[in-house]
């Protein structure tokens, strides 16, 4: 939640991940930070309800990274209000998994263990998973 | 379209993609098959409805996958109306891609050249580009 916006961004573009988990000081995750919320972030307003008008923006991407991350924590820039978190028990089996993802229209799940999270599985890892059991 | 809806699949499984570009004969991208839509498609409806049901479920996640996508075509498989196609132009800046993947909420958009698609951007591929220009 504390933690720098830019980093958090810096970690989903390196990693390409669809998205992060933001846990709470004592590492319980409370939400997700989808990289599309990050991308809406970037665009001014009028430019999304007008796309063509993103030509005349003066703007550059890289003054919008700063203007809209840099010095900010992850807490702010999270979609209000923030999505819930989705998360899986260890023993849930693959259905399970597959179910509560679905139901959330969740890109991802975190995984919970007896001492808090432990993973996380997105929608391809969960296909891969499937497939591999086929 | 008509491909095999299991190939495409195993593809989106093995690449860990967030969804496939789905196009017509001729090559033109029609519509989206995201991952999330096919996790949807391997859990029945009244489990969908109640996930703490997927532990009667007799049938294994391998049959699922058998039953839903074993000699189905793409088309056969995506969700109905199909997502609308987000495409953007070669030369159309980072923000404007920005713009239409945020307004079209969607996971990722097609890059159209003069002789149809060349292309892929994700949502965190556009941050990774973005962040190389800060």
């Known amino acids: ?7 958090a961004v810096r970690l989903l ?3 390409r991940l669809p998205g992060l988990v933001v846990t709470d000081q004592a590492g319980t995750p409370v939400t997700i930070l989808p990289a599309s919320q990050v991308v809406r972030l970037l665009v001014p307003v009028y430019v999304l309800e007008d796309p063509s008008l ?3 923006l003066s703007e550059s991407i890289a003054d ?7 010095g900010k924590s992850v807490a702010a820039v999270l979609p209000k209000p923030p999505p819930d978190m989705t998360t899986v028990k260890v023993d849930d089996t693959i259905i399970e998994v597959a179910a509560i993802m679905a139901r959330n229209r969740s890109p991802l799940v975190a995984v919970m263990g007896a001492k808090g999270i432990v993973g996380v599985i997105t929608a391809p890892r969960l296909l891969e998973v499937a497939l591999g059991s086929h």
């Open 1 to 7: 939640m504390d933690s720098d916006a830019l980093d």
């Open 13 to 15: 573009a390196t990693r």
């Open 54 to 56: 993103a030509g005349v």
């Open 64 to 70: 919008r990274i700063a203007d809209k991350l840099g």
